[in-house]
């Protein structure tokens, strides 16, 4: 199957992207076509710093490869390496209903979460995920539980202009696995856990055992349970979900049990996590520091990745203009 994702470089990423989005990724690649995306361009419809932009991409790039994306197997590059985004971006913009982009939940969000700053970029976020997709005959698109509204419109983007101008795009799927799918945050277990909140409400993937051990000590339990020897509720508390995504099936009938007997504490169980949680997280810290130390390995994995996508993008890019009567092609 091809498959189709990406991810923007805006900071450390915590354990909410690794479950929702990469983990999955790296299972995939084992036996489909896949092509990943670090999108710089849609990290710039909020305000950022420049400067620290390369760093940024370099290190997700980084992050990406130590959790076992391998450019062996998938396809791995930078969104603006690749002008075909763009483009396509423009032309799915003037086939998408302006009433579409204003509904989608993360544009009512972020306008009002940065007021001062209401792009049209920001609305436009969407068209621009649209041809990432759709320029690369995209089956199945892996993400968290939140792109799944962006992944529907590209649907109907898709739908729209191949009736509008013929057969041209394949129809994506969304790709949503349930575990992992909304991992909650730490500090407020009705959010979804990221980066936005602050470091205390997330556990980021570079995190040390001991950091993430005090991270855990802080985090928000059941919060009908008091004292050590009331009955617990693990179907309530997050560190119970946390430990179904993290600890071996015999270890969380054990804990669900013994915490609803209130054979043990909140600070046993939190113990048992962290030692869990860093064990899963020890290869991938391993690995970045290998790579971190190897700038040039990383950047022509990265070109080369480029090269791979340009080549598919463009075909398509030239299919459309010409479906659409555009340019010298038609
Ligand atoms: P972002 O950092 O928001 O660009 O997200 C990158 C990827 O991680 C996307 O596929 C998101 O759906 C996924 N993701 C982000 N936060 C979470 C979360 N708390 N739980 C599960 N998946 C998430
Ligand atoms: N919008 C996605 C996010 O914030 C990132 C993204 C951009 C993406 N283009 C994509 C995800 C294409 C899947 C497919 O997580």
């Known amino acids: 199957m091809k ?13 909410g992207n690794y479950l929702g989005a990469i983990k999955n990724w790296v299972k995939l ?12 361009l849609h990290a710039i419809t909020v305000a950022y710093d420049a400067k620290k932009m390369p760093q940024r991409i370099f290190e997700l790039a980084v992050d990406l490869l130590a959790c076992g994306i391998s450019p062996q197997k ?8 690749v002008k075909e985004h763009t483009e396509l971006g423009w032309i799915l913009s003037t086939i998408t209903p302006l009433a579409e ?18 792009n049209a970029g920001l609305l436009c976020y969407p068209t621009l995920m649209a041809a990432d997709i759709l320029l690369y005959q995209t089956q199945a698109v892996p993400v968290g539980q939140d792109q799944k509204q962006h992944v529907e419109l590209t649907r109907t983007i898709a739908h729209k202009f191949n009736n509008t101008f013929g057969e041209t795009f394949v129809i994506p799927k969304p790709l949503i696995y349930n575990t992992g799918a909304k991992v909650m945050s730490l500090t407020d277990p009705t959010k979804k856990m990221s980066k936005s909140a602050g470091p205390d409400s997330y556990i ?16 928000v339990t059941d919060p009908a349970r008091k004292r050590i020897a009331d009955k617990g509720h693990p179907e309530k508390c997050n560190i119970f979900t946390l430990h179904q995504l993290f600890s071996p099936a015999k270890q969380i009938s054990k804990i669900d049990k013994d915490c609803q ?8 169980c939190k113990k048992i996590l962290t030692k869990n949680i860093a064990q899963e997280l020890a290869p991938f810290r391993a690995k970045r520091q290998e790579l971190l130390v190897s700038p040039q390995t990383v950047k022509d994995i990265l070109a080369n990745g480029a090269k791979q996508a340009q080549n598919q993008a463009s075909s398509m890019a030239s299919k459309v203009k010409q479906v659409m009567g555009l340019g010298l092609s038609s």
């Open 3 to 15: 498959i189709f994702s990406g991810i923007q470089p805006s900071g450390t990423l915590h354990i």
């Open 101 to 118: 982009l204003e509904r989608m939940t993360q544009y009512k969000d972020k306008s009002g979460q940065h007021k001062e700053n209401i």
């Open 204 to 219: 980021a993937l570079i995190d040390e055992p001991k950091i993430i051990a005090k991270k855990l000590a802080k985090a």
């Open 261 to 268: 007997s209130a054979k043990i504490g909140c600070v046993g």
């Open 29 to 40: 690649q084992q036996d489909n076509d896949c092509v990943f995306c670090i999108v710089d």
């Open 74 to 81: 998938s396809i791995l590059f930078v969104q603006s390496d």
